[in-house]
C-alpha cells in the first residue's frame, strides 16, 4: 500500500513524540529507583560532645563578589562542628572586590580571633598549567595543618548543622572522601529551564549507591563540598597533583576511590543549596566547559546525549505545536494531527511528573517547568559547542579565563 507524504510526516512525528514518552517514562523510573536507596546525610541528632579533631573550611574565590559575602557568613554561622575549626578564604587573583568582601561579612559575624582568614593565592606559575580553582586549593593545602579539610564553592549556602553533620558522618563511616548532593537553587531564567534537566540526568547517570560500593569502579562527588580525611587528601596528591584537570571533583573522586580509600558520597539537600550560575551567559559557558569531558571526552557520547535530552524534553513541544499547526494546513489528516496531539500532551504531562517528583525530593519548585523544552534546545547547543571547544581549545573558558 503507498503512504503519502502527509502520512509519512505524520508517522515520524508520532514516532518523535512516542520515543519522547518512553524516554522521560525510563528517566522518571530511573530516578526513582535511584533516589529510592540513595544514602543520605544523617539528621543532627541528639547533642554530643564535640569531636576533638580539627577541620578547616576553605572557599576558593576568583570574582566572587555576588556570592561570597553570604557563603562567607553562612559558614561562620555554622555550629560547631569540631573544637578547633577555621575558614580560609583564598583569594584567586580576583579583580573584584571579593577578599574585602568576605572579610567585611567575617567581621559582622563577632567570630573569635583565628576563626577567619583570607588567603592571597598570588599569580599562577608561568611555566605550569593550571586550570580553574586547582591553583587556590592546593595555596590552601600548603597553608593548613587540621586532620580534615572542607572544600566549598562560593556558590554554597550551608545550614547551621551542615558542618557537624557531614563531620560526625564522615568520622562514623570512615570515610577519606565525604561528598554531598546539593539542592539546586535557581535564580535567572535560564536556570529553571536547564538545572531541573541537568540535576536529573546526573541523578540517573552516577548512581549515588553504586558510587559508594567500594566493589564498584564508579566514583563521584560534587565539587561544591567536598570533605577530605587530610591524610588521604595528601596521598592522592590533592588538587595540586590535578593542576591541569578541567573537571577536578570527578578526577579527585577517581583518585581517593582508586587508591583504595574509602569514598562516601551522600544525598545533602536538606543540608546545602547551590545556586551555579547568575545569567544564561554563565551557564553556557560552565556547561559547556564540562559536559564533554563529563561523558568521558566521547565525542559520541556527547552528540547522543544532548541529541536524547532534545528529543526527551523539546520533543513534546515541538510535536503539539506542529500538530496544531497541521491541523489548519492539512485538515484531511486531521486523525494523524490529534493523534500526534495526544502522544506530545503525553510527553508534556511526563515533564510536569518530572518536576513534580523533583518537587517532592528536593524541594524545587515547579516554577517555569513549561520552558523545559527550550531548556532542551539549550542543552542541545551545550553539547556541540562543548565539544567544538573543548577539542580546539577555542573559547573554552571558565570565569573568562582559558582552559586551553
Given at each position: ?56 573550611v ?8 555576588r ?50 582568614s ?27 595543618t587540621?586532620?580534615?579539610v ?8 550551608l ?44 541523578g ?110 523539546s ?34 504531562a ?42 580546539t ?12
Open positions: 500500500m503507498d503512504v503519502s507524504f502527509p502520512d509519512l510526516i505524520a508517522l515520524l512525528l508520532l514516532a518523535t513524540a512516542a520515543a519522547a514518552c518512553l524516554g522521560l517514562v525510563i528517566l522518571l523510573l530511573g530516578l526513582q529507583r535511584v533516589f529510592a536507596v540513595a544514602p543520605r546525610l544523617n539528621p543532627d541528632g541528639v547533642e554530643a560532645p564535640l569531636s576533638t579533631t580539627s577541620l578547616t576553605v572557599i576558593p574565590a576568583y570574582n566572587e563578589a556570592n561570597i559575602g553570604d557563603c562567607v557568613a553562612h559558614v561562620l554561622a555554622s555550629k560547631p562542628p569540631c573544637a578547633t575549626w577555621s575558614l580560609l578564604v583564598v583569594d584567586d587573583d580576583s579583580s573584584d572586590a571579593t577578599p574585602s568582601l568576605a572579610a567585611a561579612a567575617a567581621e559582622a559575624c563577632s567570630i573569635p580571633p583565628g576563626r577567619f583570607v588567603l592571597q593565592a598570588g599569580p599562577r606559575p608561568v611555566d605550569q598549567r593550571w586550570v580553574g580553582k586547582n591553583w587556590a586549593c592546593s595555596r590552601a593545602a600548603d597553608h593548613i587540621t586532620e580534615w572542607l572544600f566549598i564553592d562560593a556558590d554554597v549556602r545550614q547551621a548543622a551542615t558542618l557537624r553533620r557531614a563531620l560526625r558522618q564522615a568520622e562514623a563511616d570512615q570515610a577519606d572522601l565525604l561528598s554531598l548532593a546539593p539542592r539546586l537553587a535557581c535564580s535567572c531564567l535560564a536556570e529553571w529551564m536547564v538545572q531541573p534537566i541537568m540535576a536529573s540526568l546526573l540517573l547517570g552516577f548512581p549515588i549507591q553504586a558510587a559508594n560500593n567500594p566493589a564498584s569502579e564508579v566514583a563521584f562527588a560534587a565539587g561544591p563540598f567536598m570533605l577530605f580525611r587530610r591524610s588521604a587528601y595528601d596521598r592522592i596528591g590533592g588538587h595540586r597533583g590535578l593542576a591541569g584537570e578541567v573537571v577536578e571533583d570527578l578526577a579527585l573522586a577517581r583518585l581517593i576511590k582508586g587508591g583504595g580509600y574509602r569514598l562516601r558520597y551522600l544525598l545533602g539537600l536538606d543540608a546545602l543549596d547551590l545556586q551555579m550560575y547568575a545569567d544564561l551567559a554563565s551557564l553556557w559557558e560552565g556547561w559547556s566547559k564540562n559536559w564533554f569531558l563529563g561523558l568521558d571526552a566521547d565525542v559520541a557520547k556527547a552528540l547522543g546525549a544532548a541529541a536524547v535530552v532534545v528529543l526527551m524534553f520533543g513534546p513541544w515541538l510535536c503539539a505545536g506542529s500538530a496544531l499547526v497541521l491541523l489548519g494546513l492539512l485538515p484531511d489528516q486531521s486523525h494523524w494531527w490529534l493523534w500526534l496531539l495526544a502522544v506530545a500532551a503525553v510527553g508534556v511526563l515533564q510536569l511528573a518530572l518536576r513534580l517528583w523533583t518537587r517532592r525530593e528536593f524541594a524545587v519548585p515547579l516554577s517555569h517547568w513549561w520552558l523545559m523544552g527550550l531548556g532542551g534546545l539549550l542543552v542541545g547547543g551545550i553539547g556541540p559547542t562543548s565539544v567544538i571547544r573543548s577539542l581549545g577555542v573559547g573554552w573558558t571558565w570565569k573568562g579565563r582559558s582552559l586551553a
